[in-house]
């Protein structure tokens, strides 16, 4: 699960990404999947799954949940999530649950060195195993020991340094766990610590087979 590399089919999954602004992203497909939706200005079609990695305000967002979940959705998070949001199915580290054709598991997302992110919050990021590939969410998180563990197909990562990964630090990841796809986030948005220009320094960087794409938020 955690070694995907079905390289022959990501195209199409990664067709099936969109990225909503911030750390947030929508994953069509059988789950329909929305990560950490914050400020989400389309209205979407009840996701089957919202997954939520921890309590802070621009992640976790009871009004941004509320407004786009039916009655069959499953919300997924930490137990700080689980205070604020009704509802939620508490993972663990490394624990798996199985919706549809996915199968998803958190992984521990935490800062070494940055009080926002102690490891003892339990923070988590997301591997999700869909339609033959592995798609890692990294979430606020620095580099930590555990994502050696890991080779996705698709990684999806912080560049602003605001007690996540740099520029630097995402280049670092992208070496460790060698992807096809690197999809950065938290860039070019009002207030975001990162810029654009930041984002076509992290993307000209990249070596190796990985292929960054740089999303529009829509």
């Known amino acids: 699960m955690l070694h995907g590399r079905g390289r022959q089919r990501a195209e199409p999954l990664i067709d099936r990404i969109r990225w909503q602004g911030h750390s947030s992203f929508a994953i069509e497909g059988s789950p329909f999947i929305q990560i950490a939706p914050w400020r989400v200005v389309k209205r979407e079609k009840p996701p089957d799954v919202v997954l939520i990695g921890h309590d802070h305000y621009d ?12 009655e069959q959705t499953l919300i997924i998070g ?3 999530v689980a205070r604020i949001i009704r509802g939620t ?4 580290e ?16 935490y800062a070494m060195n940055d009080p926002r992110h102690p490891r003892d ?3 988590l990021g997301f591997v999700i195993s869909l339609d033959y590939f592995d798609l890692y969410y990294v979430g606020d998180s620095g580099i930590v020991p555990e994502m050696a563990h890991l080779r996705p197909d698709i990684v999806i990562l912080p560049i602003d340094g605001y007690g996540r990964l740099s520029v630097d630090e995402a280049l670092r990841l992208v070496e460790m766990i060698e992807p096809r796809w690197a ?11 990162a810029t654009q220009l930041d984002a076509q320094n992290f993307k000209s960087r990249v070596g190796g087979a990985t292929e960054v794409v740089l999303l529009p938020i829509t």
């Open 78 to 80: 930490n137990e700080s």
């Open 183 to 193: 999809i950065p986030y938290n860039w070019g948005g009002v207030g975001e610590e």
């Open 121 to 123: 919050a339990g923070g």
């Open 59 to 70: 992640h976790c967002s009871p009004a941004d949940v509320d407004k786009m979940r039916g």
């Open 94 to 109: 490394w624990q798996s649950i199985s919706l549809e054709r996915a199968s998803i598991t958190a992984v521990p997302a």
């Open 89 to 92: 199915v508490v993972l663990r």
